[in-house]
């Protein structure tokens, strides 16, 4: 069943139980492990090729350092160690490193990567919904990661109830704000022009940290003239923004004001603006 346009799912009951299994296909999550099993592959055969090198050149003759050095290759690499079969022969020019890629190890690695099990014993009418509502599970799992990380809501000292309730209120603030600017980031998609040095270009959306990264670097200063009768004229302005700033606003809708003018009339009293 295809539940998204890059997640496949097929459901799989239990023989003698209430329990199902979920099998999950996911194409990004298959392209990201493969891209980690070339790289670990890739270094598991340079050092085997060094290893080799060495055996082949008589600078290691000890049979017993070799498979040391090989046992410690196959543990630093055990994400793919099982791919390859390895073994130290003896020929007519003495010991020598063979390896090479097991019978069916290409067959079963594109089948497992990006594959992964659910277990339930939840009932649903359809694998799709069982994994949407293992999905709202790791939804609720990630919100209590950004409160803690990056909205910094941790630590917690308050020991009246009052003030936990408030910063509860404060958390569950902050978290509707970083959804809203998730869901406003998500809803313009579409490329924002961005001018650069050879003409114009597609800029991406941005993510939230990125975005929340250009915002808290805007500021807003004060300015202060003082009046011939003693009095003071006090402005507010927001720093110039850059040309990534500047887009940043314009790809959620919003519009930045010149200038924020909280007392626009001269007052003799230095304690307001």
């Not at 190890?105 to 799709?128: F, V």
């Amino acid at each position: 069943m295809q539940v998204r346009d890059d997640v496949e799912v097929k459901q799989v009951m239990i023989p003698g139980g209430e329990e199902a299994c979920i099998l999950c296909r996911t194409a990004g999550r298959k392209e990201k492990e493969e891209a980690i099993r070339k790289r670990f592959s890739g270094r598991m055969e340079q050092a085997l090729k060094r290893l080799a090198h060495s055996i082949a050149t008589g600078r290691l003759k000890d049979r017993n350092k070799m498979e040391r050095r090989l046992g410690r290759i196959q543990a630093t690499h055990a994400q793919v160690n099982d791919l390859y079969e390895v073994a130290l022969r003896d020929v007519a020019e003495g010991v020598r490193l063979d390896w090479k890629l097991k019978p069916g190890a290409t067959a079963w690695r594109d089948l497992r990567e990006g594959a992964y099990m659910l277990r339930t014993n939840l009932p649903a009418s359809a694998a799709g919904e069982l994994w949407s509502r293992y999905m709202q599970l790791t939804e609720a799992e990630a919100s209590f990661r950004a409160l803690k990380s990056e909205l910094s809501i941790r630590p917690l000292f308050h020991q009246k109830e009052p003030r936990v309730k408030a910063h509860v209120m404060v958390a569950f603030l902050g978290y509707a704000l970083w959804v809203t600017l998730k869901h406003l980031l998500k809803r313009r998609v579409a490329v924002v022009p961005r001018p650069t040095a050879s003409g114009v270009e597609n800029a991406q959306p941005f993510s939230r940290m990125k975005a929340l990264a250009l915002l808290s670097t805007l500021q807003s200063a004060g300015i202060v003239l003082p009046a011939t009768d003693a009095r003071e004229i006090r402005l507010r302005r927001i720093t110039e923004p850059t040309t990534e700033q500047k887009s940043l606003p314009h790809q959620l809708g919003l519009t930045l004001p010149e200038g924020l003018n909280f007392h626009p009339k001269c007052s003799g009293d230095s304690a307001i603006g």
